[in-house]
């Protein structure tokens, strides 16, 4: 895969906090379709994942994916599981266009240890039962817990219109 054309780090203001090494790591393993080595390797058990809107937001459930999940097992089980297994090898490429690291802002006391990690990425895949190539973009903001270098807060956004022509193969 392709290499991100453009990487930020700011300074850390956390002795602990994730590396752009840390974040190379990560996105190899994002970059070679191995979803679910990511999700255990690098997202917290208990983590809180928002995919695009809480699902009885204003614009309601735009995609079979939309929702607020609060585990690790249930992003991967109820919200990316599905759609995964709409493609070839239950593999999405995903190619990492641009990331900004910072450490999270400081207006709660609870987050000063955490940075943040946004993520804009383009995936491709191949639909398994039409056999048509399928692209999305997305972008993502993480929440990296500095000691255990885990998510532990996740928004994730993308094309909806995309990720249903998925669902509807």
């Known amino acids: 895969m392709s290499q991100s054309r453009s990487t930020q780090i700011t300074p850390s ?27 255990q390797e690098h997202v917290d058990a208990n983590v809180e994942w928002t995919h695009i809107a ?4 204003p614009l309601g459930k735009t995609t079979p994916l939309t929702g607020v999940y609060n585990s690790r097992e ?13 493609f070839v090898d239950s593999r999405i490429d995903f190619e990492i266009v641009d990331v900004f690291i ?4 400081m207006n709660d006391v609870s987050e000063c240890h955490l940075t943040k990690a946004i993520f804009e ?11 048509q190539r399928w692209n999305n973009y997305y972008a993502g903001v993480w929440h990296f817990d500095n000691t255990t270098k885990r998510a532990v807060k996740v928004r994730m956004y993308q094309d909806s219109a995309a990720a249903n022509k998925a669902f509807e193969d």
């Open 13 to 39: 203001l956390h002795p602990s906090s994730i590396s752009l090494e840390d974040v190379r790591n990560w996105t190899k393993v994002l970059e070679t379709g191995h979803w679910r080595e990511l999700m």
């Open 54 to 57: 809480p699902a009885d937001g």
């Open 74 to 86: 249930e992003i991967m089980e109820e919200g990316l599981g599905p759609i995964m297994s709409r």
């Open 102 to 105: 910072q450490p999270s802002q």
């Open 121 to 131: 990425l383009k995936g491709s895949g191949v639909l398994k039962n039409s056999g």
